[in-house]
């Protein structure tokens, strides 16, 4: 399975932005899709996942009450709104699935190639 994550841009801050990652086939019922992300001179971070219905979703406390995450199987896609920017949003994106509902980057996967997000003052 490829995922192909795409969206990313320049924004300025309180801007919005919407991330799109389409996989290459249908992904098995059940498995969680997540966005992460990796700041510049950070770690990469838990940013949001969705379980396999769109029923259950969660989010990092940093970006609760701004960030959307939604999928579409029907499009095998998901999406990541990006929603009142702050400059602390700038960083590589990355789409990620699991077999299980979690945060921990270890229990991911499949990975895209992740798309940059830049957020200007």
């Known amino acids: 399975v490829q995922l192909q994550a795409s969206g990313g841009g320049v924004v300025q801050a309180g801007g919005s932005l919407r991330l799109s990652c389409l996989a290459s086939?249908?992904?098995?019922?059940?498995?969680?899709w997540g966005w992460f992300r990796r700041a510049p001179g950070k770690e990469r971070e838990f940013v949001a996942h969705?379980?396999?219905?769109?029923?259950?979703?969660e989010l990092a406390d940093s970006v609760m009450d701004r960030f959307i995450v939604s999928r579409d199987n029907a499009k095998n896609t998901i999406y990541l709104q990006l929603n009142s920017l702050k400059l602390e949003d700038t960083g590589v994106y990355y789409c990620?699935?699991?077999?299980?509902?979690?945060?921990?980057?270890?229990?991911?996967?499949?990975w895209g190639q992740g798309t940059l997000v830049t957020v200007s003052s």
């Open positions: 990620a699935a699991a077999p299980v509902v979690s945060r921990a980057i270890a229990h991911y996967h499949y």
């Open positions: 086939e249908r992904l098995y019922s059940g498995y969680v």
């Open positions: 969705v379980n396999w219905d769109g029923s259950r979703a």
